[in-house]
């Protein structure tokens, strides 16, 4: 008994791959990133000592904590027929937008409907 393959997304990606470069320069091997710096003036930037102090306090060993979007931000598990699912990703695929796109004019059109 095989079981029937689930709808995949589409890479919405691929497009995007021609876009990407290559450098066209190499860069010089003897030439490093902080005689460059020097060269170009970025560490010859005089700071007082209490300067020093304060900038040290104020590193943070922790990342900043990450606060949520204005857009979309909450996770929708559901589980669905075959067909539902397929429909949802067709139309995904079909248009190059995010499923979560989908789900949402859905319900935009079921509202409209339902007045």
């Known amino acids: 008994m095989t079981e029937p393959l689930k709808p995949q997304r589409r890479n919405l990606g691929l497009p995007l791959a021609s876009v990407r470069s290559t450098a066209t320069e190499t860069p010089a091997a003897d030439d490093s990133a902080r ?3 020097l060269r170009h003036g970025f560490d010859n930037v005089p700071i007082a000592a209490s300067e020093v102090d ?3 306090a104020n590193q ?3 990342p900043p904590r990450r606060k949520r979007g204005a857009g979309r931000s909450m996770p929708f598990s559901v589980k ?3 067909a539902t699912m397929e ?3 067709e139309v995904a695929n079909s248009r190059d937008i995010p499923l979560a796109q989908v789900i949402e004019e859905l319900v935009e059109a079921h ?3 339902a007045k």
């Open 80 to 82: 669905l027929s075959p």
């Open 60 to 62: 943070n060993s922790e």
């Open 35 to 37: 005689e460059t710096a």
């Open 54 to 56: 304060r900038l040290r």
């Open 87 to 89: 429909y949802i990703y």
């Open 111 to 113: 509202r409209a409907v």
